[in-house]
C-alpha cells in the first residue's frame, strides 16, 4: 500500500514550538494578548502568528543562538530515511516558520524535504516578518493543511494519506487523512471523533508503525491504539 506522509513539525517533529519559544524571549509586549485572541476564536492562526511576528525584538545572531537551544525528536531522521526506502512521499506541513524548520532540520542530517509552513525572514536588523503563501481564503490558518491533503491525493491517485501531528492546527486536515499518528491533544481528538489512530509518544513508536502501515493492517477501517500510550 502506498502512502504520502504529511507531517507536522512543532511538538511532532521539533520537541518544542518555535514561535512560542521565541516569543517568550524576544517577543515585546502585545503578543500575550494575541495569543488570548486566537485561543478565544477572534482571529485565525495566521493573523495571530504575523502580528505576534512582527512583535519579535532580535538580530540574526540571537535567532541562530537560540535555535542551537531546540532540538528534534531524535527518531526523526530513521523515520524519515524508512518511508524514503519505502518510495513514500514525505512532507512537512506545518503552521510553524518555514527558516528554523529549515535549519533544526538541516542540523540533524535530515536530507531535504518539500516543506509547507509560513515564511520568516528578516527585514530590519532587528525586525521580522511572517507571510503565508501555503493558505487558503476559506481557512484562517497560515497554511491549509486541509488544501495539502487533497493536493497530495490529487497528484497521487489511489494513495493514501497519514498525518503525523499533535495538536490543534492538526485538527481539521485529521478528519481528511486515511490514518493518524497522533500525540498530544490529537489523541484526543482523534478518540472523540472515532478517527482511525495510532496514539504515540514519538518517532520511534511511528517507526515501529511503518510494517503494519504498510502492509494493510492500519486502514481508517481498523483503528489500532498503542498499547504504550493507550490512555494518553
Not at 31 to 43: H, K, N, P, T, V
Amino acid at each position: 500500500m502506498r502512502w504520502t506522509v504529511l507531517c507536522d513539525f512543532d511538538g511532532t517533529i521539533g520537541l518544542r514550538d518555535t514561535i512560542d519559544t521565541l516569543l517568550q524571549r524576544f517577543g515585546r509586549p502585545g503578543w500575550e494578548a494575541l495569543e488570548d485572541d486566537w485561543l478565544a476564536g477572534r482571529i485565525g492562526s495566521r493573523a495571530c502568528m504575523r502580528g505576534q511576528v512582527a512583535l519579535l525584538d532580535m538580530d540574526a545572531a540571537q535567532f541562530e543562538q537560540h535555535l542551537s537551544g531546540l532540538d528534534i525528536d531524535p527518531a526523526f531522521p530513521a523515520f524519515a530515511a524508512a518511508v524514503a526506502a519505502r518510495g513514500w512521499p514525505l512532507e512537512i506541513v506545518s503552521d510553524g516558520l518555514d527558516l528554523p524548520i529549515r535549519l533544526l532540520l538541516a542540523r540533524e542530517g535530515v536530507a531535504p524535504l518539500p516543506l509547507y509552513a509560513n515564511r520568516f525572514h528578516p527585514v530590519g536588523e532587528r525586525r521580522w516578518n511572517l507571510e503565508s503563501p501555503h493558505q487558503a481564503p476559506s481557512c484562517g490558518a497560515g497554511t491549509c493543511k486541509c488544501a495539502r491533503a487533497a493536493q497530495a491525493r490529487r497528484h497521487a491517485p489511489g494513495g493514501q494519506v497519514l498525518l503525523v501531528g499533535d495538536g490543534t492546527s492538526d485538527f481539521c486536515v485529521a478528519g481528511r487523512a486515511d490514518y493518524v499518528f497522533a500525540k498530544r491533544k490529537l489523541i484526543a481528538h482523534c478518540r472523540d471523533h472515532a478517527l482511525a489512530h495510532s496514539a504515540i509518544e514519538g518517532f520511534a513508536e511511528a517507526l515501529a508503525l511503518l510494517p503494519a502501515l504498510e502492509s494493510g493492517a492500519l486502514t481508517r477501517h481498523a483503528p489500532l491504539v498503542s498499547p504504550a500510550v493507550a490512555i494518553a
